[in-house]
């Protein structure tokens, strides 16, 4: 069953992907549902175990939350790191960019810093590189979500 058209940022505020061609079947799973992926996430700029530099993974939320074209903001995956950038999250845009905000592990941090300073709600729930891009899709992670 496909969902409405719906544009998906991928970031990667915490840890980088193992596996770059999981990424590219967990995005190709995504887009088989009729999602329009945009990837803020670049495997060229990993620093270290993280997604980016501290900056550059701080750039790629403030960027998925300024994508008119975005509607859901889903984390690559958990791991380590957001805890170096949580001090310099812009909460108060994040919340008035109006998008959903999915993740869980070391997401759980930024969902729950959304909640505290802002009041806005966030999910917790797949991932690409935990979820969308195992082996063996589970029916329940693409249905439900």
């Known amino acids: 069953m496909k969902t409405p ?6 970031v990667a505020p915490g840890g980088c992907a193992p596996d770059d061609a999981a990424v590219a079947r967990g995005i190709a799973r995504l887009q088989a549902q009729g999602a329009t992926v945009h990837s803020y996430y670049d495997p060229e700029h990993t620093f270290q175990r993280f997604g980016g530099t501290d900056a550059g993974r701080l750039a790629q939320l403030n960027a998925a939350a300024a994508d008119p074209d ?3 903001v889903l984390a690559l995956r958990g ?5 170096r950038i949580l001090p310099d999250i812009d909460f108060d845009r994040m919340a008035a960019s109006g998008k959903l905000f999915v993740g869980y592990s070391d997401f759980t941090a930024i969902q729950m810093a959304l909640m505290k300073r802002t009041g806005r709600a966030s999910f917790a729930g797949p991932m690409v590189c935990g979820d969308f891009a195992r082996a ?10």
């Open 136 to 145: 063996t899709l589970v029916d329940y992670t693409i249905e439900q979500f």
């Open 79 to 83: 791991s380590y790191g957001i805890s």
């Open 70 to 72: 975005v509607q859901v």
């Open 5 to 10: 058209e719906i544009g998906i940022a991928i």
